[in-house]
C-alpha cells in the first residue's frame, strides 16, 4: 500500500487491518516520494495483472482482488 502516516484515508484503511497490517507492504510518501511517483492518490495498490485501488476499500475487496483468502 501507498500511503502516508498523515493522510485519514491510509490511517483508517491500516486500522482496519489491525494487528495484520505488519503483513502489508508499505510505503510511506513522505519518507519515499520517488518511489510513489507513479501515485495519483493515497492511499492506492499495485497489482501483478497492472491493475490499482485507490482509496479506502474492505478486506473483503482486497481479498477478492489480491487472492489472497481473508480469514475473520
Excluded: W
Amino acid at each position: 500500500m501507498y500511503g502516508t502516516a498523515t493522510c485519514s484515508h491510509c490511517i483508517k484503511q491500516k486500522a482496519l487491518f489491525g494487528e495484520s497490517f505488519k503483513y502489508v507492504t508499505y510505503v510511506d510518501c513522505i519518507v519515499s516520494p520517488t518511489m510513489c511517483s507513479n501515485v495519483a492518490a493515497i492511499p492506492t495498490r499495485f497489482f501483478t495483472d497492472g491493475t490499482t485501488l485507490q482509496g479506502e476499500q474492505s478486506l473483503a475487496a482486497l481479498a477478492a482482488k489480491s487472492g489472497c483468502p481473508l480469514v475473520e
